[in-house]
């Protein structure tokens, strides 16, 4: 399906297609420096923005960035560079009952004072990695 959502101040709005339902959560230590938690986040066939000149975009790796607004600081994507694939957060879609959690991922970088309720697979890091071949945050 197709979902709209926006940044905290609105300067950035978008449109995302083939969204999928299911949330990935990471609890990664540069998630969390990024988001203030673990990160719930999402795969999108492609997504359209406005208002790209208030988004900045930071390269977090040498296989990725991460974009947000310039104004208010909200983090809008996780992007693949090659492929050329955008991950969302369910933060930001203006309808995030739409969402369920799918799996958690680096979960041996989680802090111990929280947990995420539910039946879903949670993988390590070395699990994580293993399962994309390579690649990771
Ligand atoms: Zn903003
Ligand atoms: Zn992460």
Redesign the pocket.
């Known amino acids: 399906m197709n979902a709209s959502g926006r ?6 709005t978008f449109t995302a297609r083939d969204v999928e339902r299911g949330l990935h959560v990471c609890h990664c230590s540069m998630c969390r420096r990024w988001t203030g938690g673990p990160s719930f986040s999402t795969h999108v066939g492609g997504v359209v923005f406005e208002g790209d000149e ?1 988004i900045a975009r930071f390269q977090s790796s040498d296989w990725a960035e991460r974009g947000f ?1 310039k ?2 600081g ?1 983090s809008l994507f996780y992007r693949l560079v090659e492929p050329d694939q955008y991950i969302l957060h369910m933060g930001s879609f203006d309808d995030p009952s739409f969402f369920s959690v799918e799996s958690e991922i680096y979960v041996d970088g989680k802090p111990p004072g929280y947990e995420i309720g539910g039946e879903h697979p949670r993988l390590t890091e070395a699990e994580f990695l293993a399962s994309l071949g390579g690649q990771g945050d």
Do not use: K
């Open positions: 940044c905290l101040c609105g300067a950035v208030h607004c104004r208010c909200t």
